[in-house]
């Protein structure tokens, strides 16, 4: 059964903290004389948009059976659904531009769009337009910042067949009140003044966004956004041990080496491989000073044996940002860089990823 939430208190996003310390806003008593309104939704109920073209109906001239005849009819009827949800799509798209900058009084007795969200189920396109984030957010005529913050993509690659995608009608900025990626801290931090006790929430599937009319993403936003690639952690690549079994310098026995070791002097800056969030900055007696960055759900990069640690938990960075100095910190016998690539928890070798 579904359960609705009460209006909730209000939650802001602090301007006066210089970085992110962690996944959630944190709750502060609500002093206005009313609770922001929350208005729940589930994406169940959405239109289910089944293909964004336009399909012309089979003649039902050709059939050469009764049992034919009606197998068109069928097929006809369901394209007929189908078109009929996209060009509703398409009309709500209008009609929500068109009064998006007008006043309230004025839009009074104007036709409103029938739904403010559809969704999507990505298919295996025969074009592969409607498999790339690109294709989806131009043949769905909505912007990159509305399509990535709803569905809480970090990257165009993580879109992928079978994902099913919510579809705003409404133009703008859906901003999650428990970021889990750098990219969703990032919006948090750099939107925060535009939360006010006025912002619309959106709970979808009991997840609340904040919803900010007509933004986008800004340049260095889509920057971000579109930055996938790794680059190196030092600006000079010195392997001195390789990923995979070796014999370990501390102990003397044949072990697996999860990373590469990289020689560097002791100062030397150390930077972001990709942009991410720092999951865990911390000490420990095998790793010395070490930082552990999160870039998606699925991948982590490590930096081991720092001399100083430049960075705290929870907060965003951005491809090739200095987080931390070289050192022989731990379990080392010399100035180098201990760096990991794991995949699901699975280590990868670095060496391979530049």
Known sequence: ???????????LISLFSPQIQSQEISDIPYTGEEAPKIIPLYSEDFPQIQNPRNQSPKPEGKASSLEELEEIREQNERIRQENEIWLQYQKDLQLQSKIKNM???????MEKPKNLFYRYTVTKDPDKYLDTFNGLYARFQTGQGTLATINRISNPQAVKPGMQLILPVQQGLYIPKNASSALEILLQKEFASFIS?????????????????????????????????????????????????RTSPISGKWKFHAGIDLAAPIGTEVFACKHGRVKTAAYSEIYGNYIVLLHDKNTTSLYAHLSKILVKKGQAVSTGECIGLVGTTGA????????????????KDPAKMF
């Open 1 to 11: 059964m579904r359960k609705f939430k009460p209006a909730s208190l209000l939650i």
């Open 332 to 347: 080392s016998t010399g100035p180098h860089l201990h760096f990991e690539v794991r995949e699901n928890g699975t280590p």
């Open 197 to 245: 006790e006025e912002t619309k929430v959106f709970e979808i599937d009991d997840r609340e966004f904040y919803f900010l009319p007509s933004l986008t993403f800004s340049p260095t936003q889509i920057a971000f956004f579109h930055d996938t690639g790794m680059q190196l952690p030092l600006s000079k690549k010195i392997i001195t041990s390789e990923f995979g079994y």
């Open 103 to 109: 006043s309230e009084s004025r839009t009074k007795n």
